[in-house]
């Protein structure tokens, strides 16, 4: 009965979601990427390196969210394309290389993730097209 309590009060609280604001007019005009990879972003980048995320309805059961409030927290903290005015020219470099990097290792988007969201699985010529 005490776990019930306690799983029904968990429903109660959620941690914050992001404005789903469109916070990517910075990132889009100062790299001016092609549409095809400005499409490629939005599928598989932006639900976790921008401020842009997208809950889907089991978000709202409170174990999910806490978990995957987390890992976007992580994820925004390693690269938030809505902050893309708050890097240093340098950082910025560093931030697109580390985005190749992990595009070529197959490193992104996490496994976790594309289970989830199929969309977000990269063709080989969606990597090409990040990756360059």
């Known amino acids: 009965m005490g776990l019930l309590i306690v799983l029904v009060g968990m429903q109660c609280y959620h941690p ?6 469109d ?12 549409v ?17 995320t997208i809950y889907p309805w089991y978000t709202y059961v409170a174990s999910v969210i806490y978990g995957l409030a987390d890992h976007m927290e992580e994820g925004k903290e390693d690269l938030n394309l809505s902050d893309w005015d ?5 950082k910025k470099v560093h931030k697109l290389e ?5 595009v070529e290792k197959e490193e992104m988007p996490l496994g976790a993730y594309t289970w ?15 990756i360059d």
């Open 116 to 130: 989830t969201h199929a969309e977000a699985r990269l063709t080989k010529e969606q990597k090409r097209l990040i």
């Open 23 to 34: 916070y990517l007019a910075s990132y889009i005009t100062k790299t001016n990427p092609p």
């Open 86 to 90: 708050g890097y240093s020219a340098k």
């Open 98 to 102: 580390e985005v190749a990097e992990m």
């Open 36 to 52: 095809e990879v400005r499409v490629v972003l939005r599928g598989t980048c932006y639900n976790c390196h921008s401020n842009t």
């Open 16 to 21: 914050e979601k992001m404005d789903r604001s």
